[in-house]
């Protein structure tokens, strides 16, 4: 990402390789929304990205977005997703702080954040690759899992979300999304999180309906 490059040009940048791909397949790019994932970068990020239009933000850890919070709760219409790992001792936290949580794996993980009592949108993380991923449900534990959340009186449960392995080829990224969309359709779920910095168009193509963007947006993040 060049440095001398503003906000304001990668997010129009970023909107407009999501509105051709979307052109490609004859998708309304309306149906598609920008998740800004603005793990490591500070709440300043968040607040200059919210100035230009972003709503939807996507953050990686609990304890990292609590100390972000009490500068960003103010900022009107502004929704957060967890999009990283979530250790059940968190899910308190996670509930009060996060609109959405993308990475439900578990039965037990969606029961404790339903005692939260709050009102949640959740996803359910689907690993598809057993080699790589650490986190996520399988497919066939799929079923068991959509009966334990629709259980959960405070749990509103809206699609699926995945990682592929990563590579810079995004081609081989679109096996992976073409399975989860699969997955999603066989399930009644219209939400499909997928795609990131270099293969959003291919997850677009293969019926995204959220893209989780950091790099592309905010450029590199520093190795803590
Ligand atoms: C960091 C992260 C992203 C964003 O990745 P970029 O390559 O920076 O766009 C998307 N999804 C998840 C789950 C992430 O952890």
Redesign the pocket.
């Known amino acids: 990402m060049a440095p001398q490059t503003t906000l304001a040009e990668r997010l129009e940048e970023v909107r407009a390789r999501i509105a051709r791909a979307a052109d490609r397949t004859r998708r309304d790019p309306a149906g598609i929304t920008l998740i800004a994932?603005t793990?490591v970068f500070p709440a300043a990020v968040i607040r200059e990205a919210w100035e230009l239009g972003v709503r939807e933000f996507?953050e990686?850890y609990v304890q990292e977005f609590q100390g972000k919070f009490p500068h960003v709760a103010g900022l009107e219409g502004a929704r957060f997703h967890l999009?990283?790992h979530l250790q059940s001792n968190k899910s308190r936290p996670a509930a009060e702080l996060f609109q959405c949580i993308?990475?439900v794996d578990t039965p037990r993980l969606a029961r404790r954040l339903n005692e939260a009592g709050r009102p949640l949108e959740v996803m359910l993380e689907v690993k598809l690759s057993p080699e790589e991923a650490k986190s996520g449900a399988a497919p066939e534990e799929l079923p068991e899992l959509i009966a334990a959340v629709r259980e959960c009186a405070n749990l509103r449960l809206t699609g699926l979300?995945t990682?592929p392995p990563w590579s810079e080829d995004a081609e081989l990224s679109r096996p992976y999304f073409r399975r989860l969309r699969e997955l999603a359709e066989r399930h009644g779920l219209a939400q499909i999180s997928m795609g990131?910095?270099?293969d959003l168009e291919a997850a677009i193509e293969e019926g995204a309906t959220r893209v989780?963007?950091?790099?592309?947006?905010?450029g590199r993040?520093k190795k803590g």
């Open positions: 994932v793990k996507g990686n999009i990283g993308q990475t979300m990682m990131m910095s270099h989780r963007v950091g790099t592309a947006l905010f993040r």
